[in-house]
């Protein structure tokens, strides 16, 4: 079965600094991957996802991620962080378009001033 | 384009009580998931249909059930409530390209 692990339930950077969240998969085919984004009381919104064609996705709002088939990983990074990016960030598998959707248990990001 | 929308946003039940909760899909969508999302977790996947017919299912029990009706609007059944139910419940669909598109959720207090 396929899973996500997201190394770090909360992450804070400073104002400017690179933003860098962990995820690693599992899968026994080749997965497509995804990163959401959750503000307080909404539900998620789709920053970026991966479907096998170019190995570095990039997303909304200067996010982007890089699908490493030999570490497992799909961490998402963004170069100068905002303090509007303070958000929780769930990365998430699927096996294929009829399957479902398996989320991480997420990453708070706290941004500093 | 209309989003997905879930009503109600908020509910408090108690113990024992059943709770429907629905989902209008976003338009040409033809497929609905149900997710569960207890505080400080990620969402728990809890079944998807597509066209009216389950097409999956996490490790729910029973007492969750759905329906998809012909506009593939969808709704959620929880019966005999438990505390551990409270929880944001998100609703999103999609169409064949596999992108889900969230709702805000409906949070459930069960006291």
């Known amino acids: 079965a396929q899973s996500v692990t997201q190394l770090g339930s909360h992450v804070s950077v400073s104002e400017g600094a690179l933003v860098l969240l962990r995820c690693n998969y599992s899968?026994?085919?080749?997965?497509?991957l995804f990163w959401y984004v959750q503000y307080p009381n909404q539900g998620l919104q789709l920053l970026l996802k991966?479907?096998?064609?170019?190995?570095l996705v990039k997303g909304i709002n200067g996010f982007e991620a890089e699908f490493k088939k030999s570490e497992t990983s799909f961490h998402l990074t963004k170069p100068s962080a905002h303090m509007s990016d303070a958000a929780e960030y769930f990365c998430?598998?699927?096996?294929?378009?009829?399957?479902?959707?398996?989320f991480g248990k997420g990453t708070r990001l706290h941004i500093l001033p | 384009e209309t989003g997905v929308t879930q009503s109600p946003t908020h509910l408090i039940k108690t113990r024992g009580q059943q709770v429907t909760l629905r989902c209008s899909s976003q338009?040409?969508?033809?497929?609905v998931s149900w997710y569960q999302q207890a505080l400080g977790q990620g969402p728990q996947f809890i079944f998807q249909?597509?066209?009216?017919?389950?097409?999956g299912r996490g490790n729910f029990p029973p007492r969750f059930s759905g329906l998809q009706f012909p506009n593939y609007s969808s709704e959620l059944n929880v019966n005999a409530l438990e505390l551990d139910d409270s929880a944001l419940y998100l609703c999103?669909?999609?169409?064949?390209?596999?992108?889900?598109?969230f709702g805000e959720g409906s949070r459930l207090t069960v006291l």
């Open positions: 899968s026994s085919v080749p997965p497509y």
């Open positions: 999103a669909s999609s169409s064949d390209a596999g992108e889900l598109f």
């Open positions: 338009s040409g969508h033809n497929t």
């Open positions: 991966y479907t096998s064609a170019a190995t």
């Open positions: 998430a598998v699927t096996l294929g378009r009829d399957d479902k959707i398996i």
């Open positions: 249909y597509y066209r009216e017919e389950e097409n």
